[in-house]
């Protein structure tokens, strides 16, 4: 529902830095504004054009020209902070990642993350990630572990691919547990999958995660629809490398009981 209708002023130069315009027509953004509580909607905005240009540009540009009370989350502007999450034509993107001349023709919306409460606009409050990766115990090497460590080079590629996360949330954002049934008391959320399983594979570690990641992380709520997978703009392999191998790790640990009883003899690794 358009609650206002915002054109952008007739001749208004790009930004500074953004590129040149491209001389084409004006982009239309339908951009979500809103606080809780009070009336909320789409925006359409008209923006010019300009080479090379991100939605995240475009975003600047009405608050600079149009709208400067419209509110969005960003800091890096080069895909590496992870703070400008959006949903654009109701995919979740960075919006700094996103070029316009990209997508398919047409207006171009703009909505924050839907899997956690509205703060202003596009800013949404995203502190129950946080509060989530406080409750898994960190990285803990045993006391008497030579140092430095001394590591085999495939142990290190497997978990180098988790260390790339940006921490943008696309992924719990995108991921049915958490967005259409709330689950984010019950389940840690493919993130945070990935924390645990960048420590379960971690060769100089020694805390057992695997009962919590099962009880209190929810592992078994995810049914490996790959939605994570396809969103994460790190290209990491959420399911296929991490919470697959989670899985297994936890069906091995309560349904085979050849490994169950070696563990108990012989202890964990
Ligand atoms: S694969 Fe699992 S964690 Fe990822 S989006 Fe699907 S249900 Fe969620
Ligand atoms: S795993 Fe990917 S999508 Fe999820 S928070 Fe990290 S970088 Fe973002
Ligand atoms: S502004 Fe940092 S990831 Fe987009």
């Not at 923006?47 to 939605?55: A, E, F």
């Not at 209190?216 to 790190?234: A, D, F, H, R, S």
Request: hydrophobic residues 35%.
């Amino acid at each position: 529902m358009a609650i206002a209708e915002r054109p952008a002023e007739p001749g208004t130069a790009p930004q500074p830095g953004a590129g040149s315009a491209s001389g084409g027509p004006p982009l239309e953004l339908h951009v979500f504004k809103g606080i809780p509580g009070e009336p909320q909607g789409e925006v359409t905005y008209r923006v010019p054009p300009v080479t090379g240009m991100v939605v995240l540009d475009a975003i600047h540009w009405i608050q600079k020209h149009v709208d400067t009370d419209l509110a969005c989350r960003w800091n890096c502007k080069a895909a590496k902070c992870g703070s400008c999450s959006a949903e654009i034509n109701g995919r979740p993107r960075l919006m700094c990642k996103t070029r316009v001349d990209e997508l398919p023709e047409g207006p171009i919306t703009v909505h924050p993350m839907r899997a956690f409460p509205l703060i202003k606009d596009l800013v949404v409050d995203v502190s129950h990630n946080y509060e989530v990766n406080r409750r898994i115990p960190p990285f803990t090497p045993a006391a008497d572990e030579p140092s430095p460590f001394v590591i085999q080079e495939m142990d290190l590629e497997r978990i180098y691919e988790f260390r790339k996360c940006i921490e943008c949330f696309l992924c719990q954002d995108v991921c049915h547990v958490l967005r259409s049934h709330d689950l984010h008391e019950r389940f840690y959320g493919p993130r945070f999958l990935v924390r645990v399983a960048s420590l379960e594979m971690h060769p100089k570690d020694t805390v057992d995660r695997l009962e919590a990641v099962r009880t209190e992380g929810g592992l078994g709520y995810c049914n490996i629809t790959k939605c994570c997978t396809e969103v994460c703009p790190e290209h990491i392999h959420i399911t296929d490398n991490a919470i697959i191998p989670l899985k297994e790790r936890v069906a091995d640990r309560h349904w085979d009981p050849v490994r169950a009883v070696s563990r108990l003899l012989l202890g964990r690794r």
